[in-house]
T-cell receptor
Framework: AQSVAQPEDQVNVAEGNPLTVKCTYS??????LFWYVQYPNRGLQFLLKYITGDNLVKGSYGFEAEFNKSQTSFHLKKPSALVSDSALYFCAVRDLNTGGFKTIFGAGTRLFVKA | SAVISQKPSRDICQRGTSLTIQCQVD?????MFWYRQQPGQSLTLIATANQGSEATYESGFVIDKFPISRPNLTFSTLTVSNMSPEDSSIYLC???????????FGPGTRLLVL
């Protein structure tokens, strides 16, 4: 069965510092991996995805994520955090071989960027 | 990406009543999904709705409690029936893109059951 883990409930960083939000996954086949962001009282916004190809994917708002197959990780990163990046971030995975179109979401990590 | 709207955006309901949530997409899509996000928690898939067929429900969700309609390729409804306070959640509609890779989400419907 597919699963995704976000080991940190909360991440605190200072504005201008790099940020990392961690995600690990478990699938039996090839994964589709996604990051979404949820601002207060808003729906989920798509940030980026890994389907195939280059392990480093770039997305919206300066975010990027690196697919690491050996560590089954897909950590979200940004070189310089902004206060406006403060939000709830969800990692998600879909197992192409067994999961069909079903996407599993992690528990979410709340990011606080302090000015 | 698809533009998705939901109605109502929020509601406060009495236990025992039912609420129907509407989801409208600005383009034709094959697959639509309904998720629940309980307070402080992640998203849980309720069901997948394809036009012209019965919705497929995930474990723990049943049609009698969450009936779904999908009359065409741009619209779906989710009804939360015989509500209890435990149904207080955000309900999110989602669709996949034309490549059926990425899911996009509506703004959600915030439901509070008293």
């Amino acid at each position: 069965a597919q699963s995704v883990a976000q080991p940190e409930d909360q991440v605190n960083v200072a504005e201008g510092n790099p940020l990392t939000v961690k995600c690990t996954y478990s699938v039996s086949g090839n994964p589709y991996l996604f990051w979404y962001v949820q601002y207060p009282n808003r729906g989920l916004q798509f940030l980026l995805k890994y389907i195939t190809g280059d392990n480093l994917v770039k997305g919206s708002y300066g975010f990027e994520a690196e697919f690491n197959k050996s560590q089954t990780s897909f950590h979200l990163k940004k070189p310089s955090a902004l206060v406006s990046d403060s939000a709830l971030y969800f990692c998600a995975v879909r197992d192409l071989n067994t999961g069909g179109f079903k996407t599993i979401f992690g528990a979410g990590t709340r990011l606080f960027v302090k000015a | 990406s698809a533009v998705i709207s939901q109605k109502p955006s929020r509601d406060i309901c009495q236990r025992g009543t039912s609420l129907t949530i509407q989801c409208q997409v600005d383009s034709q899509v094959t697959m639509m999904f309904w998720y629940r996000q309980q307070p402080g928690q992640s998203l849980t898939l309720i069901a997948t709705a394809n036009q012209g067929s019965e919705a497929t429900y995930e474990s723990g969700f049943v049609i009698d409690k969450f009936p779904i309609s999908r009359p065409n390729l741009t619209f779906s409804t989710l009804t939360v029936s015989n509500m209890s306070p435990e149904d207080s959640s955000i309900y999110l509609c989602s669709v996949t893109d034309s490549f059926q890779e990425t899911q996009y989400f509506g703004p959600g419907t915030r439901l509070l059951v008293l």
